[in-house]
């Protein structure tokens, strides 16, 4: 039992029923880096939005306003740690600068950043204003129906930016109408899964923009690979840190040879703190199944991704049930 209902709310109701439902826990390493991560849309279509989230001063002060402790005290029962989108600490690939960057929660380093970002005036209600001269305002669309937790931690977020001066918008959605407007390249911000967290090399996404699931920047993506969206995104070409990404992974693809395919998986790890992509919150707990007690030889670990796709890396074939 994994996925949707392997959650912490459901742990506790579980473990208390243990004894009579003669089954026990093991532990699941979710191939996810991270509880959710907030993509601002750097290729936005209003030119004055991209210009403010390509703004990299104006990410690093979002993230910095963010009470990360708060958030996982309130909504994740106290598990976890602060984290950004990156290669979990199980990873080979754990990165410590994208892993831990920017979390530490400071407003006033928060305040300076986005004053450095160019966006120090106010209006009389103390919301920023950005380069047009109009309040800096924005909404980030979230699916509500699988991921209530989300709305939860967007809702927190909401008031640590209010009172930096950014006029956030909560904008909870069935997820059908959420990846339509994904599809569309039709949103200002979302609240995104972070896949990749140790199938590093597998889905890169949180690390460039190569495909759907890179929402900060699907026009890029869009460039580097033309079925993004069904091909519905116009395509631009992006910056040259990106390009570089996006030239490392197809050496990356091209080699055979493992030690080359570290080297540089790690140098696009590196131009991936360069860059920013994505404000994390925190590191996504061990999650946990559910086994019968006499269903054996199921391991006491195993990782929780559908890359793999779990729990096949187990050599299910070798469960057995005993009869006693």
């Known amino acids: 039992m994994n996925y949707y209902a392997n959650t912490l709310t459901n742990k506790a109701v579980l473990f208390d029923n243990m004894e009579a439902g003669d089954y026990s826990f093991f532990?699941?390493?979710?191939?996810?880096?991270?509880?959710?991560?907030?993509?601002?849309?750097?290729?936005?279509?209003?030119?004055?939005?991209?210009?403010?989230?390509?703004?990299?001063?104006?990410?690093?002060?979002?993230?910095h306003a963010i009470n990360r402790q708060e958030i996982i005290d309130v909504v994740y029962v106290g598990q976890g740690e602060p984290y950004q989108g990156a290669p979990r600490p199980e990873s080979n690939f754990y990165h410590e600068r994208l892993a831990r960057q920017y979390t530490e929660y400071d407003v006033d380093l928060a305040n300076e950043y986005l004053d450095r970002a160019g966006y120090s005036q106010r209006n009389e209600e103390g919301i920023r204003l950005g380069p047009d001269g109009q309040p800096i305002s924005f909404g980030v669309s979230v699916d509500d129906t699988r991921f209530p937790d989300w709305v939860d931690v967007l809702e927190l977020v909401k008031k640590y930016w209010a009172a930096v001066g950014i006029d956030m918008q909560v904008q909870a959605m069935d997820g059908t109408l959420l990846q339509a407007r994904r599809d569309a390249n039709d949103f200002d911000a979302t609240a995104n899964f972070s896949d990749g967290g140790l199938a590093?090399?597998?889905?890169?996404?949180?690390?460039?923009?190569?495909g759907g699931g890179a929402t900060y920047a699907l026009a890029w993506a869009s460039w580097y690979n033309p079925g993004t969206a069904g091909g519905a995104i116009e395509p631009e070409e992006p910056p040259e840190p990106v390009k570089r990404q996006m030239a490392l992974y197809d050496q990356l693809k091209a080699t055979a040879d493992e030690q080359k395919q570290i080297e540089l998986m790690n140098e696009i790890l590196d131009i991936a703190a360069d860059q920013f992509y994505v404000i994390g919150i925190s590191l996504q707990?061990?999650?946990?199944?559910?086994?019968?007690?006499?269903?054996?030889?199921?391991?006491?670990?195993?990782?929780?991704?559908?890359?793999y796709p779990d729990p096949f890396p187990t050599h299910p074939y070798q469960y057995f049930i005993a009869q006693d």
């Open 285 to 307: 707990p061990r999650k946990y199944g559910v086994v019968k007690n006499n269903f054996r030889n199921v391991p006491k670990e195993m990782p929780e991704a559908w890359l």
């Open 200 to 210: 590093v090399m597998l889905s890169p996404k949180l690390y460039f923009p190569d």
């Open 27 to 63: 532990d699941q390493i979710s191939d996810s880096s991270n509880t959710v991560v907030i993509t601002l849309n750097m290729n936005h279509s209003d030119p004055v939005k991209r210009e403010i989230f390509q703004n990299k001063d104006f990410r690093i002060g979002l993230s």
